[in-house]
């Protein structure tokens, strides 16, 4: 379960937020895995308040370098230093507003992999290529980009998210079933690069609640969630976690 903060928080108002998550997280069953990716300045106060608890954290982005003039960039070696598990890379926001790439996309992955990083590849359609029918080939030419330049060895270690588009921060869930399809569809891609790979963790985003959460996380191949909106609210985030708990698949 990862919380995806995208520009929200402030120094002062995170100690409560993090402080309570990583207590309410400890109380989880341990097959309850539990990050949290927030904005690059407040990855060291997430690095002291964290360290020692089941709370891991992460970054929302990096750079496709390791390196050199390229302004205002981070590279995953620097979110290292502070002691980063997850890099979000590929988030619908990203794709739309940055205009990044499958390729572009891939890059950065490869790079948190060599930081000793774990990629969350984000993938998703908007409603009109939903609409269009081409949720499949979208999704399929955002996951190929990445699975065609890491082996299979490194493929086994990435996370992937589901996030359509049309449901993130709207308040509109995809329906489980219209989730598990998509989920059906990238497991399969990921076995066709090779069966360790296709036990990669499947996350699902786009307005996850507490409401809504057992029934998406009861999916065969709905393996977690990504979860925005409701990660900034310790109450309903760790909800969302024991949601994952009472599910077994
Ligand atoms: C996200 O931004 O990754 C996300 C899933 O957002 P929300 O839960 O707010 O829809």
Request: with cysteine; charged share 20%.
């Amino acid at each position: 379960m990862v919380g995806n903060w995208k520009m929200h928080g402030r120094i002062s108002d995170n100690a409560t937020l993090l402080t309570e998550v990583a207590a309410g997280a400890s109380a989880l069953q341990k097959g309850v895995r539990v990050g949290v990716c927030v904005p690059c300045p407040y990855l060291a106060q997430s690095q002291a308040l964290l360290s020692g608890s089941v709370v891991q954290w992460g970054i929302q982005d990096v750079s496709a370098h390791s390196g050199g003039a390229f302004t205002g960039e981070v590279a995953a070696e620097m979110a290292a230093d502070f002691g980063v598990t997850y890099a979000i890379v590929g988030h619908s926001e990203r794709r739309a507003y940055h205009r990044e790439s499958p390729e572009l996309v891939a890059s950065k992955a490869q790079r948190a992999i060599e930081a000793g990083l774990t990629p969350i590849v984000c993938v998703g359609e908007t409603l009109e290529e939903r609409q269009a029918g081409t949720t499949e080939q979208i999704i399929g030419t955002q996951l190929d980009a990445v699975l065609a330049i890491l082996t299979e060895e490194q493929a086994a270690g990435i996370v992937v998210a589901y996030e359509p588009v049309w449901a993130i921060g709207t308040g509109k869930t995809a329906r489980p079933g219209q989730a598990q399809d998509v989920h059906a569809f990238l497991r399969h891609k990921l076995l066709e690069k090779g069966a360790s790979v296709a036990s990669v963790p499947l996350l699902y985003g786009g307005s996850v609640k507490p409401e809504n959460a057992e029934e998406l996380f009861g999916q065969k191949d709905i393996d977690g969630g990504l979860i925005g909106g409701a990660s900034l609210k310790s109450k309903d985030f760790l909800a969302i976690c024991r949601a994952a708990q009472t599910v077994t698949h």
